[in-house]
């Protein structure tokens, strides 16, 4: 078996697992909803006296609606579950963060040197000064 855009199998087996779960999720929904506007119409000739057809249309809606919210919650969980994936398996975007950060903390280091190296200048200008002023002062 041959992986297209040349991805690993275990890449390929992955993606695949995330396009069948993702299409078994919406197909769920789907149909759970199909069938709660079929109860919703009520439209059903059965033998169960009205009163028992309600009460069984109104708790086969709530499983429907309950089956929903577990396939939605099952769809926000395979969105993070993709986004892990990126973030992790990025190398690409990773490695350019990297570059952009080191070298902005390379122009900040050479920045931080250079004031570092005037102040040392200065304070070794003015120290000459002091030196130079106590050596010659009558007061030693």
Do not use: W
Not at 64 to 89: C, T
Request: hydrophobic share 35%; aromatic share 8%; with cysteine.
């Amino acid at each position: 078996m041959t992986t297209p855009r040349g991805l690993p199998q275990s890449k390929e087996a992955l993606l695949k697992s995330y396009r069948t779960r993702l299409k078994d999720d919406v197909k769920s929904m789907l149909e759970n909803f199909e069938e709660i506007v079929k109860l919703a119409k009520g439209e059903h000739d059965t033998q169960l006296s009205r009163m028992t057809q309600c009460e069984q249309d109104t708790y086969e809606m709530h499983v429907r609606a309950a089956n929903i919210v577990r396939a939605g919650e099952s769809l926000m969980k395979l969105v993070s579950d993709i986004k892990q994936y990126l973030i992790l398996n990025d190398f690409p975007s990773v490695n350019e963060a990297i570059t952009q950060n080191s070298k902005l903390f390379r122009t900040k280091q050479a920045e931080c040197d250079q004031k570092l190296m005037s102040l040392r200048d200065d304070m070794a200008a003015d120290l000459y000064d002091l030196e130079e002023e106590y050596y010659n002062s009558i007061y030693k």
